[in-house]
């Protein structure tokens, strides 16, 4: 379950491999995309919820996309082995958020109730309109989306107790 105690926050993912050498795109998380190539190092996902150190060899920007390069991988063969693979950061790489702000993570798979107490569902992701970023929840097989303000919509974010409380109602 993620919360924010766990060590790691996911900023991104390994796409295709990219060119002969070793290369692979990028798929960032982060507010500003190419900011991923900033953390040092990278976690990747291993089997059993593992992850794995990764140093990057380098990157940047490539058309409107990132590719990037680790150390000790060296061919389009290397790199496919990697696709799919979820990068993570250390959370103590991140600055230390002000009281009730929370980063995106950190909210996903918390139980959102209303404030009748019913349960709606957990959130699956988040996502930026522009004008305010939209809880998606996830309910059996249905999803529905839910504006995240704070003081509006949102009326309180209890990460002990893994909840989101709305004022809102499910048609």
Same mark, same amino acid.
């Given at each position: 379950?993620?919360?924010?105690?766990?060590?790691?926050?996911?900023?991104?993912?390994?796409?295709?491999?990219?060119?002969? %050498?070793?290369?692979?795109? !990028?798929?960032?998380?982060? *507010? +500003?995309?190419? @900011?991923? =190539? /900033?953390?040092?190092?990278?976690?990747?996902?291993?089997?059993?919820?593992?992850?794995?150190?990764?140093?990057?060899?380098?990157?940047?920007?490539?058309?409107?996309?990132?590719?990037?390069?680790?150390?000790?991988?060296?061919?389009?063969?290397?790199?496919?082995?990697?696709?799919?693979?979820?990068?993570?950061?250390? %959370?103590?790489?991140?600055? !230390?958020?002000?009281?009730? *702000? +929370?980063?995106? @993570?950190? =909210? /996903?798979?918390?139980?959102?109730?209303?404030?009748?107490?019913?349960?709606?569902?957990?959130?699956?992701?988040?996502?930026?309109?522009?004008?305010?970023?939209?809880?998606?929840?996830?309910?059996?097989?249905?999803?529905?989306?839910?504006?995240?303000?704070?003081?509006?919509?949102?009326?309180?974010?209890?990460?002990?107790?893994?909840?989101?409380? !709305?004022?809102?109602?499910?048609?």
């Amino acid at each position: 379950m993620k919360n924010a105690n766990t060590p790691y926050i996911i900023v991104g993912k390994i796409g295709a491999p990219y060119g002969v %050498r070793g290369w692979f795109k !990028v798929h960032s998380y982060t *507010e +500003f995309g190419a @900011s991923i =190539l /900033e953390y040092r190092p990278w976690y990747l996902s291993q089997a059993n919820d593992q992850w794995s150190s990764a140093q990057i060899e380098n990157g940047k920007i490539h058309g409107n996309g990132i590719i990037a390069k680790l150390v000790g991988i060296n061919s389009p063969e290397e790199a496919r082995l990697l696709t799919g693979k979820t990068i993570a950061i250390a %959370r103590s790489q991140l600055p !230390v958020l002000k009281k009730d *702000e +929370f980063y995106w @993570s950190d =909210l /996903e798979g918390l139980t959102v109730v209303n404030k009748e107490g019913q349960t709606l569902g957990t959130v699956s992701y988040l996502i930026e309109t522009g004008a305010n970023d939209v809880l998606i929840i996830k309910n059996g097989d249905k999803e529905h989306a839910i504006p995240y303000l704070p003081g509006k919509v949102v009326v309180n974010v209890d990460l002990e107790k893994q909840q989101i409380t !709305v004022d809102w109602e499910l048609i």
